[in-house]
Every structure is written in structure tokens, then in C-alpha cells.
């Protein structure tokens, strides 16, 4: 069956310069206080969020990966209502400033999982897809 409704146009979050250059220079130095560092600096900025939530993830800590990707998660959703979108349609993963905000979801989809969440690690890998499949094929 065809969708016969105009998909809403896809939603790009503004470039963050200075945020994006701190991220960088936090990803050279790899460790944890670093990316707090981002966090703190740039609490509105979800690739900060997006790094810790992937580092706790790594250093099997789930708990600590939620409330990262959760936090990162919902300042992205703040950022995407501040930009136009309406709770749905095409948040694109080639689009660099989307991808803090759709790394907060993968990861939260999997610490979800991680902590027997299972339907908000669902619920999770489903938005991902459905904001860009190229997204959830990228990260997973």
C-alpha cells in the first residue's frame, strides 16, 4: 500500500561550531572527563551526551549509559521542536548535527535493553528507523 500523505520535510538541527570543535578536541584526549567536560559546557548539546552514553555503554554500565542517553535524548527533542519538527518524519543521519541526537536514541535503545527495559529499547530502535533508516544501519 502507498502512503498517499506528504511525508513532513526532513528536520536539520542547526551546525554548533564551537560545541562540535570542544567534542573533537574531548574524542583526542578520550576519557571520560573530557566528555563531562562537553556536557557541562554544552548541556544543550546532545553529541556530548551521545559520547558519554557510548563510553558507559563500552565500560558495561548500562545505568550510567541511560541517564547519558536519556538526557541527550531529550535535549535533542528540545532542539528538534525549536527547529521545525512535529513528533514524526525524517530526522537525516547524513545531516552531522542530527547525529549527536540519533547516536542519544541507538544508545538509549540498547541500555534500555541492557537493564530489561525491553519495550523502551523497542520503542527506541524503532524511532531511530523510522528518523533515518540509514541511522539505525549506521549504528547498529
Not at 21 to 32: I, K, M, P, Q, R
Not at 71 to 98: E, F, I
Not at 113 to 137: K, M, N, V, W, Y
Request: hydrophobic share 45%; with cysteine.
Amino acid at each position: 500500500m502507498q502512503n498517499l500523505l506528504p511525508e513532513p520535510p526532513a528536520t536539520r538541527l542547526p551546525a554548533e561550531t564551537e560545541a562540535d570543535a570542544a567534542l573533537a578536541a574531548a574524542a583526542s584526549a578520550g576519557t571520560d572527563d573530557a566528555y563531562k567536560s562537553v556536557a557541562a559546557r554544552f548541556p544543550a548539546y546532545s553529541g556530548g551526551w551521545a559520547a558519554l552514553a557510548a563510553s558507559a555503554l563500552a565500560e558495561k554500565q548500562p545505568v550510567t549509559a541511560y541517564a547519558y542517553a536519556r538526557t541527550g535524548y531529550h535535549r535533542g527533542l528540545d532542539a528538534l521542536r525549536r527547529n521545525g519538527w512535529k513528533g514524526h518524519g525524517p530526522v537525516p543521519w547524513s545531516h552531522a548535527p542530527n547525529q549527536g541526537f540519533l547516536r542519544c536514541l541507538h544508545s538509549l535503545s540498547l541500555a534500555a535493553a541492557e537493564i530489561g527495559e525491553s519495550d523502551e529499547a523497542a520503542r527506541c530502535a524503532q524511532f531511530l528507523r523510522d528518523s533515518d533508516p540509514a541511522a539505525a544501519d549506521a549504528l547498529n
